[in-house]
């Protein structure tokens, strides 16, 4: 009965190591298959390392937007040089158009007097604009008959005065005693254009003499003085427009 149990023995030992080696396979299983919760722990793969190497470009990204800056200063920089050159070159025209313009009415022209001035017409270098007639005062004195000789040559006559309006018109423009185109002949006083006398501006006590001149130091109103034809004096010539 004794040497029967041997084997039994023996068989316990195989089935018990067979048995070890079995565990012993599912535990290296186990170990080499690990579960989630160790995957999730212990992650195979460096996460950060992978997602700070994939984000380098960050600086470049900078670098572009610097450069982009910088040259939309430049275009910006650019424009406001070429939009200031534009309005200097703008305000030069604009100065030499007025320039022109004025010395057009000062020194060609005078301004019509209609309530309100404006370059209309124009006269030649010297002669004054006023209502419908250019006048031009003398520099240098003359006879009655040289002065309206020398206006006739300009293409008008002796100043020939008919209304208070130019009457006080060339007394303010005139610093002198100037011949106009008024001379007494058969007993009347006519004008160069064969127009007689109907408004006049006479001194109270006039002096001698057939030819009528207008002293503008005095008075409009009263400042029309008689000399002789054969005087010399500055004048006022017109011209008709």
């Known amino acids: ?21 079995a565990l012993v396979e599912v535990k290296t299983q186990e170990e080499a298959e690990p579960n989630e919760y160790d995957r999730l722990q212990s992650p195979s793969e460096d996460v950060y390392s992978e997602t700070v190497f994939n984000n380098p470009p960050a600086p470049k990204t900078k670098d572009k937007q610097a450069g982009g800056n910088e040259r939309l200063y430049r275009y910006g920089c650019l424009f406001l040089t070429v939009l200031c050159f534009i309005l200097v070159l703008v305000i030069v025209i604009l100065c030499m158009k007025l320039q022109t313009g004025s010395t057009s009415c000062a020194e060609k022209s005078q301004l019509i007097h209609t309530g309100e001035h404006n370059c209309v017409q124009q006269c030649a270098k010297g002669w004054i604009l006023f209502g419908k007639s250019c006048f031009f005062m003398s520099t240098v004195r003359l006879t009655w008959a040289e002065s309206q000789k020398n206006c006739s040559s300009s293409g008008g ?22 011949w106009i185109g008024l001379r007494h002949s058969d007993n009347a006083w006519n004008w160069v254009n064969n127009t007689q006398l109907q ?9 001698d003499g057939d030819c009528a001149i207008l002293s503008s130091t005095d008075p409009a109103e009263t400042n029309w003085d008689r000399a002789s034809c054969q005087a010399a004096t500055y004048f006022i010539c017109q011209q008709q427009i």
């Open 157 to 178: 006559s002796l100043a020939v005065i008919t209304t208070q309006h130019v009457q006080s018109f060339l007394t303010k423009y005139g610093n002198l005693k100037y």
């Open 1 to 21: 009965m004794e040497l029967q149990e041997v084997p039994l023995k023996g068989e316990k030992s195989d089935e018990a190591e067979g048995a070890g080696e």
């Open 199 to 207: 408004q006049s501006f006479w001194m109270k006590s006039p002096h």
